[in-house]
């Protein structure tokens, strides 16, 4: 599975987009980029996933670099809510165990 | 929507017995993944499994089992418990059959003290 780094913490204005960045320059061509959040204990979330295209959802926008050596989650109007620990993960599809980095912790603030 | 089950949410035992956590995927799913996260940490990979068959092993203790049932759910049994045991156990679920796109589908965990 493909390493991730993330920067530890990230503060937001309510109302603002929060822009999560995740480096995985040693991704496999055939990795998957998920993204999940955790709040507070409770089980991780699942936000969206990409190959190798944008993505959108309900709930956030994937931007994947050409090189798909970096990407990044794009929450458009972050709510106090979205305060979370949010994990940036690389792995193949298929029944694949996940691998769980030190995510970035998102502080939203009013 | 229906979402993954784990029983019970909290669980207190003694150092040295045995405690057994138990996971009801989400219907239709074949998968399921076992983690555990100690304080401050973050979620570690101990065991999956694909159509009641151990899929993937990870840093899961000789002390522990599981297996998936025909009903698909899934048992994770502790045995000789530890102090360094307790943390929250999470199952998750997924669909392989969904374009192998591997989207688990997390529970809200079993938080389990050993004293």
């Known amino acids: 599975d493909a390493k991730t780094t993330q920067p530890p913490s990230m503060d937001c204005a309510e109302g603002r987009a929060a822009n999560l960045p995740c480096n995985h320059s040693t991704i496999s061509g055939n990795e998957y980029v998920y993204w999940y959040r955790q709040i507070h204990s409770q089980g991780p979330q699942y936000i969206i996933h990409g190959l190798k295209n944008n993505e959108t959802n309900e709930m956030a926008s994937l931007i994947i670099t050409e090189d798909r050596k970096s990407s990044t989650l794009i929450l458009p109007h972050a709510t106090l809510r979205d305060t979370a620990v949010y994990y940036c993960?690389?792995?193949?599809?298929?029944?694949?165990?996940?691998?769980f980095g030190s995510g970035t912790k998102l502080n939203v603030k009013p | 929507a229906a979402g993954v089950i784990q029983s019970p949410r909290h669980l207190i035992k003694e150092k040295r017995e045995t405690a057994t956590l138990k996971c009801y995927p989400i219907p239709r799913h074949d998968t399921v993944y076992w983690y555990q996260q100690g304080p401050g940490q973050d979620p570690q990979f101990l065991i999956s499994?694909?159509?009641?068959?151990?899929?993937d092993k990870g840093s899961i203790p000789d002390r522990f089992s599981a297996q998936q049932f025909s009903d698909y759910h899934s048992e994770l049994n502790m045995s000789s418990l530890e102090l360094g045991d307790s943390a929250l156990y999470f199952c998750a679920s997924s669909w392989l059959a969904v374009l192998a796109k591997n989207i688990q589908y997390f529970g809200a965990g079993t938080r389990l003290s050993v004293l």
């Open positions: 993960i690389g792995a193949l599809g298929g029944f694949n165990k996940f691998y």
């Open positions: 499994f694909y159509e009641k068959m151990q899929s």
